[in-house]
């Protein structure tokens, strides 16, 4: 079993960064594929980037491709979310996924294990 707690979310204003962090406990998460989603009120769960286990590779969707960068220290079991050039439309609810799979997926029922979910608030 795998638990993951998601940390750095806040209140930024449009064109700020922040870096969200993903930490698993429970087992080392260094075989898994592990994902980034968000969810906005109204609105369904959404990709947003997945790494696999090697941090090798790496997906995003096209609404972030360019601003955001998903990475991985597997001795830390940690796997991190760069936003950068934030803009009001990324306000969501952001959660951490792994899979049992070592490979990334950007479909949100691949994922067994998921966090809690985090509030990012992106004002204008």
């Known amino acids: 079993q795998v638990q993951l707690s998601e940390s750095g979310g806040g209140l930024v204003q449009a064109g700020d960064s922040l870096r969200l962090s993903c930490a698993a406990s429970?087992?080392?998460?260094?075989?898994?594929?592990v994902g980034w989603f968000r969810q906005a009120p109204g609105k369904e769960r959404e990709f947003v980037a997945a790494?696999?286990?090697?941090?090798?590779?790496?997906r995003y969707a096209d609404s972030v491709k360019g601003r955001f960068t998903i990475s991985r220290d597997n001795a830390k079991n940690t796997v991190y979310l760069q936003m950068n050039s934030l803009k009001p439309e990324d306000t969501a609810v952001y959660f951490c996924?792994?899979?049992?799979?070592?490979?990334?997926?950007?479909?949100?029922?691949?994922?067994?294990?998921w966090g809690q979910g985090i509030q990012v608030t992106v004002s204008s």
């Open positions: 790494i696999g286990s090697t941090g090798t590779n790496t």
């Open positions: 996924a792994a899979r049992i799979a070592p490979w990334y997926s950007d479909y949100h029922g691949d994922y067994e294990y």
């Open positions: 429970g087992r080392t998460f260094s075989s898994n594929g």
